[in-house]
């Protein structure tokens, strides 16, 4: 018996040693993940897509997750935390889901200008832009902007191969999903009922909270809705600035920064360090 209670604290002992470095190793940087001038990418989704891939590999809670800030003149800044669906490389985007009724869905129709946050430990990663609902009409509004400017020659110069890119990526011609509806086909099957569910940020009781989940719990069983409800979307943030952050240094504040910023024609201009 004394054996086997001295064989559990070791274990116990060895679990908590082990789950402490974990934390520690989520917590603090200490491999440099090839952020300096040499190793760049030109183009940055290339290295945040790189990101989140050893995120999920270091084994950060909600790897995908990320802050996302708006702001209104009413209610001035807010921020909160939404999961990155898609990057898209060609467009320089990501792409979230979320209601159109939500604070954030009504901060963006108001102001479309916003800022997302990816935070894992000591590396960070800031997308300055505009973020507006991914829908077809959004889609051919936007190029329609970029190809006016184009063909009018009205303080946006782009490419021939960058013209035809946005026909592609912005025409919609081989999409057979909206992106609304390709992101909630994308969803488990608890969250596309629990979307059906909620009335999200607007108040509700404890007993009608209670009766939230224990109506998701039925309606898992039973129910598995193909369609998206009316007022959730699919949102696109197109960044006009990316920044990447590492700190390598625990005594000191002299970090790695660097700060992509968009061309004219649409691509990126090679990074610069920043202190």
């Not at 968009?262 to 691509?267: A, H, T, Y």
Request: with cysteine.
């Amino acid at each position: 018996m004394l054996l086997l209670l001295l064989l559990l604290r070791f274990l116990t002992t060895m679990l908590q040693k082990c789950l402490f470095s974990r934390v520690l190793r989520r917590t603090y940087t200490t491999t440099q993940h090839d952020l300096n001038e040499a190793n760049l990418p030109p183009n940055p989704m290339t290295l945040l897509n790189k990101w989140l891939h050893i995120a999920k590999q270091e084994g950060h809670s909600v790897s995908r997750g990320f802050i996302l800030a708006t702001s209104t003149p009413e209610e001035g800044p807010t921020a909160r935390t939404v999961v990155c669906r898609v990057v898209c490389e060609e467009t320089g985007a990501i792409t979230f889901g979320s209601c159109s009724e939500s604070q954030k869905g009504r901060a963006l129709k108001e102001d479309s200008r916003a800022e997302a946050v990816f935070r894992w430990g000591t590396r960070q990663i800031r997308l300055r832009g505009r973020a507006f609902v991914d829908d077809e009409a959004t889609r051919k509004e936007r190029l329609q902007e970029r190809l006016s400017l184009h063909f009018l020659n009205q303080g946006l110069e782009i490419s021939e191969h960058e013209h035809a890119r946005l026909l592609a990526v912005f025409g919609g011609e081989n999409n057979t999903d909206n992106p609304t509806d390709a992101m909630y086909k994308s969803l488990r099957k608890e969250e596309r009922v629990s979307l059906h569910l909620l009335n999200q940020g607007f108040k509700i009781t404890e007993e009608q909270h209670a009766k939230l989940l224990a109506a998701l719990k039925e309606k898992s069983e039973k129910e598995d809705p193909r369609d998206p409800p009316p007022s959730f979307r699919a949102y696109r943030l197109e960044a006009a600035t990316c920044e990447f952050y590492q700190q390598l240094h625990k005594h000191h504040y002299i970090v790695d920064r660097f700060l992509y910023v968009r061309s004219g024609d649409g691509g990126w201009k090679a990074p610069t360090r920043l202190s």
